[in-house]
């Protein structure tokens, strides 16, 4: 009975040990994949910014315009789905300059829509930061982006957006514009950069577009 007890004895350790190297193995394989995973969409998110600036460089060569974006003059988008594209700004000047981007709702389609419940139905700021530092209201924001932002000499900058309405934002076509505005000091970078238009029409580049609200 003493052997058959000591056998017992030895088995569990020797099964808590397997178990252990086991998880051991899961683990490393677990980080090694995580690790992976991470590496592979962070060079991803590069190669495809970096062909987004590409091609969004071309077409400002081709096109001569100073601001351009990925996507055409009218989007088509779910409410509350977010949908993602890109911008692209050309600095002409011989020195870094610091831009800022506002996108504005101008106006709906259908009468008796808003832009914003809180905010009226008309010229509405819905991302970004004007001339003025102006920045949306709460619950305003349709557009998540880079607002302000230094580009080098002869550059084009290339920033992500995302597109999102929510709220009391009603599905119909609405009237968009972006505005671009350059800052009046050159050589400067956003952090040193104080002086801007002084009037909200003073701007770089406008474009406008259509948001169709489903």
């Not at 590069?46 to 060569?61: V, W």
Request: proline content about 4%.
């Amino acid at each position: 009975m003493n052997v058959f007890s000591n056998k017992k004895g030895l088995e569990l350790p020797i099964t808590a040990i397997v178990v252990l190297i086991i998880a051991i193995l899961f683990l490393s394989l677990a980080g090694m994949f995580i690790k992976t995973l991470f590496t592979g969409g962070t060079e991803l998110l590069t190669s495809e910014l970096a062909k987004m600036k590409e091609q969004l460089r071309k077409n400002i060569e081709e096109s001569g315009e100073l601001f351009v974006m990925s996507e055409g003059a009218e989007m088509e988008i779910k409410k509350g789905a977010p949908k993602k594209f890109y911008f692209g700004v050309r600095n002409t000047a011989s020195s870094q300059v610091c831009y800022r981007v506002a996108v504005r709702c101008l106006k709906p389609f259908t009468s008796g829509t808003q832009c914003s419940a809180a905010s009226g139905a008309e010229n509405v700021l819905v991302g970004g930061k004007d001339n003025s530092g102006t920045v949306p209201a709460t619950g305003d924001q349709w557009f998540k982006l880079l607002d302000e932002f230094s580009v080098p000499a002869n550059e084009v900058y290339v920033s992500p957006v995302t597109l999102q309405v929510s709220g009391n934002v009603k599905p119909d076509t609405y009237l968009m514009e972006v505005s671009v505005y350059k800052s009046n000091e050159e050589g400067k970078s956003c952090a040193e950069t104080s002086n801007w238009p002084s009037e909200a029409g003073e701007t770089y580049q406008n474009k406008r577009f259509h948001i169709i609200v489903g």
